[in-house]
Structures are given as structure tokens and as C-alpha cells.
């Protein structure tokens, strides 16, 4: 069973900065990709940004691209998102997700979507003020 832990959330000011953190926990984890999706309240889960695994390509949504960046560390299994010049639109519950690598992939649209993940975290708050 693979269990994904988010941390890092808060509450920040315009402008400012968050690093958010996913650490992966299981026997054999080996995941595909890792994305980020976050979700306000009354308003649907939306994606973030994803990062495949082995060749590290990398996917944003066009709100944050320019301002975040995802990486990850392959030896401790987690993944990261580094959010600079936030604004209050990106306050969110931020979740962690992560795709099996047995799972086919028929297209790199699939890592865009909620259910192109099979595992997710719990979710991590950012509160970013005006």
C-alpha cells in the first residue's frame, strides 16, 4: 500500500512563497509520475503540475507556470512544489498525487486529469492573503 504525505502548507502573503512537500511511503514505490492538483472551496479539483518519474518531464497548468516548479528526489521518495509570487486565487487544499508505473499510458493527457492517479494524499492548506 502506498501512502502519500503532504506537508508544508500555510499562510502567506501576496507575493509570497511556499514549498509544499510529498513524501511516498510504501513497499515497493515506484510510481510512473507525481502530480500536484489543488481544490477551493465550492470549485472542482484542478491540476497543478505533474512530473514523470525516471525522464523528469515535467507539466504545468498555464496559472502557474512561470511561478511554480516541481521537482523530486527520487532517493527519498518525495515530491516537491515550489510556489513563488502567490496570489489569493492559489489558496486551495493542495494534494499529492501519484500514478502506478503498471498502469498504461495512451496518453500524456492522462497525467492532466484526476483520474489519471491512483494514489492521492490527504491535502495541505495554502492560504495566501491580499
Known amino acids: 500500500q502506498v501512502q502519500l504525505v503532504e506537508s508544508g502548507g500555510g499562510l502567506v502573503q501576496a507575493g509570497g512563497s511556499l514549498r509544499l512537500s510529498c513524501a511516498a511511503s510504501?513497499?515497493?514505490?515506484?510510481?510512473?509520475?507525481m502530480g500536484w492538483f489543488r481544490q477551493a472551496p465550492g470549485k472542482e479539483r484542478e491540476f497543478v503540475a505533474a512530473?514523470?518519474?525516471?525522464?523528469?518531464?515535467?507539466y504545468y497548468a498555464d496559472s502557474v507556470k512561470g511561478r511554480f516548479t516541481i521537482s523530486r528526489d527520487n532517493a527519498k521518495n518525495t515530491v516537491y512544489l515550489q510556489m513563488n509570487s502567490l496570489k489569493p486565487e492559489d489558496t486551495a487544499v493542495y494534494y499529492c498525487a501519484g500514478r502506478r508505473s503498471t498502469r498504461e499510458l495512451l496518453s500524456t493527457r492522462e497525467l492532466l486529469v484526476r483520474n489519471g492517479y491512483d494514489y492521492w494524499g490527504q491535502g495541505t492548506q495554502v492560504t495566501v492573503s491580499s
Open positions: 510504501g513497499r515497493t514505490f515506484s510510481p510512473y509520475a
Open positions: 512530473i514523470t518519474w525516471r525522464r523528469e518531464n515535467i
